[in-house]
Structures are given as C-alpha cells and as structure tokens.
C-alpha cells in the first residue's frame, strides 16, 4: 500500500511559509510568474480565471455575480489550503483593497510571511499583442480593447480601453511591506529570480 504524500512537505525545507499575492494586468505574465515560482517554492497555485471560468460554465448570472463568486471561492480555498501546511501563490489581478486585506489576513492568520509581486509591462500594445495570441478562457480578456467574451453583453457601450488603463495601470498595492515590482517585459525567468532573491533573502536573513 502506497503512503499518502503530505502537503506540506512539498515546501523547502527550514524556509518560512509564504503567501504570495500576483498583481499585474491581463497579458502581463502573472500566470507564467506563478508557476514558475511555485517550481521553487513549492506549495499551491490558486489561478483565479480557471475557477471563474468554471462557474461561468452553465449558468444565467450575469459575468460580475460570478466574478464576485469566484473571489469568495478563491478566499476560502486559500484558507483550506493554508491550514494545510503549504506555501498559496493567488494568481490574479489586484484591483480592490479587499483582495490586499483578504490576501494579508489569511497570511497572518496562518503564520505565513505575505509578499505582494507586481508584473509590470509598460507597453499597452505589449499586452494587447500578448492576450490575442494567447488562447483564453471564458473569463479571459482577448485584447485590450476586448472584454471576456462572457462579459460582452454586459459591456456593451463601454470604453473597454479607458476601463483597462484605469483598473490595470493602476493596481491596488500595498503602503509598505514585502513588495516585488518586476519588469516581465522580458525574459521570465529573469524575473523570477529577482523575486526568488528578494523572498529568499528576507527568510535567511540575509
């Protein structure tokens, strides 16, 4: 009989749990960040679009009940997943103050050391280039000037642009505090690195 593996071993050993809060807009590398990070870390990737998408499936609300529903999900999946041992990397955007309370209160509730890592692209044409070549799901932009296709009919008459600079350019972010700003312009795993130092860094003391 095979022996159950447990969560939490699949964190570094002797390091600080850590719960690490992506900030970034569509198309800015936060998914690609994420895993990578969690390669070296361990722990668990909570990827906000897969679980809105999923409740998108099927369904007559409109795009913003189901986006309020999803953030609720993710919180108490957080939760779980922190009360079970293991390093929480939340990929999504940080567009409110209540994902920066929600994020920091679960960190502290666990005894876990919270990092908030920004993706930054300055280019908007970047972004744009990068989310029509992607391939999205239900809850995912296409283009800056393309809501999610699930939002299409309540969006009507929006100017998706503006609404874009304005949400994305512009991310809540913590006062103080463990803050990693990269550049994901380039190359990731450049990136990671620099987030990795800093996290890394911090724990030993260093």
């Known amino acids: 009989m095979g022996t159950v593996k447990d969560p939490a071993s699949d964190n570094p050993p002797s390091q600080p749990r850590v719960f690490i809060q992506m900030s970034g807009a569509p198309g800015s590398g936060k998914s690609t960040l994420a895993r990578l990070l969690r390669q070296s870390l361990g722990g668990v990737v909570l990827d906000h679009d897969v679980l809105r998408s999923s409740l998108l499936e099927d369904t007559n609300l409109t795009f913003d009940t189901i986006a309020k529903q999803a953030y609720n999900l993710q919180w108490a999946l957080a939760r779980d997943i922190a009360s079970q041992g293991c390093n929480i990397i ?85 006062s103080g505090g463990n803050v990693v700003e990269v550049d994901s312009m380039g190359d990731v795993e450049g990136a990671r690195d620099r987030v990795l130092e800093r996290i890394l860094g911090a724990t030993s003391g260093v």
Do not use: K
């Not at 939340?90 to 919270?114: K, T």
């Not at 989310?131 to 800056?144: E, H, N």
């Open 90 to 174: 939340i990929d999504s955007p940080c567009n409110f103050q209540e994902g920066l309370d929600q994020g920091s209160a679960i960190a502290e509730e666990h005894g876990m050391v919270y990092w908030y890592v920004e993706c930054r692209v300055a280019d908007l044409d970047v972004l744009d280039q990068r989310m029509r070549a992607r391939t999205p799901m239900r809850s995912q932009r296409t283009g800056v000037e393309r809501p999610p296709e699930a939002a299409r009919v309540e969006r009507q008459g929006e100017d998706s642009r503006a609404l874009f600079r304005r949400r994305f350019e512009a991310p809540c972010r913590p």
